[in-house]
């Protein structure tokens, strides 16, 4: 594995340390690389009434764009796991968050690499997002860029 995926995969799991998720117990860390080599994290954020919990790729997405920064982001680490146990499955974003970064990808060059990784370890696996999410719909597709 890239050097440049063990670090995004590291500050996934940094970042997965503040994950709240007291109903699933499953910890989601994300981390985002930026033009500029610098990385913004994201974790998941649960909520009582569970259908609105948020996931970690997509915290990370809306803090870099909090900071004006949507169109820099050229890769994403993600780690989850059950909390407390060994977990070591690479996970893959789920369909929303696979959507959620896509326009990002979009708006900067078209395509995203995704490093993919266990909570607590295990080995890192590497996908486009376009491959993740083939076809995807995007803002090119109206026109805006
Ligand atoms: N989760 C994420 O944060 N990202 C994903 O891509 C998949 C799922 C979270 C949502 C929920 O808090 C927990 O993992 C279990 O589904």
Same mark, same amino acid.
């Given at each position: 594995?890239?050097?440049?995926?063990?670090?995004?995969? #590291?500050? /996934?799991?940094?970042?997965? =340390?503040?994950?709240? !998720?007291?109903?699933?117990?499953?910890? %989601?860390?994300? +981390?985002?690389?930026?033009?500029?080599?610098?990385?913004?994290?994201?974790?998941?954020?649960?909520?009582?009434?569970?259908?609105?919990?948020?996931?970690?790729?997509?915290?990370?997405?809306?803090? #870099?764009? /909090?900071?004006?920064?949507? =169109?820099?982001?050229? !890769?994403?680490?993600?780690?989850?796991? %059950?909390?407390? +146990?060994?977990?070591?499955?690479?996970?893959?974003?789920?369909?929303?968050?696979?959507?959620?970064?896509?326009?990002?990808?979009?708006?900067?060059?078209?395509?995203?690499?995704?490093?993919?990784?266990?909570?607590?370890?295990?080995?890192?696996?590497?996908?486009?997002?376009?491959?993740?999410?083939?076809?995807?719909?995007?803002?090119?597709?109206?026109?805006?860029?």
């Amino acid at each position: 594995m890239s050097d440049l995926g063990e670090r995004l995969i #590291a500050a /996934a799991r940094e970042a997965a =340390r503040n994950a709240y !998720a007291p109903y699933s117990r499953f910890s %989601v860390g994300a +981390a985002l690389l930026m033009e500029d080599g610098g990385i913004v994290t994201g974790a998941n954020v649960e909520n009582a009434s569970y259908g609105l919990s948020l996931c970690a790729e997509t915290v990370a997405v809306a803090t #870099a764009s /909090a900071a004006g920064r949507m =169109r820099e982001i050229v !890769a994403v680490g993600i780690v989850g796991g %059950v909390q407390d +146990a060994a977990g070591t499955d690479p996970v893959l974003p789920c369909g929303r968050c696979r959507q959620v970064l896509n326009e990002a990808a979009d708006l900067n060059r078209g395509d995203l690499t995704v490093y993919c990784s266990g909570l607590s370890g295990g080995p890192v696996e590497e996908y486009r997002l376009s491959a993740l999410l083939p076809h995807a719909f995007g803002p090119k597709a109206l026109g805006l860029e």
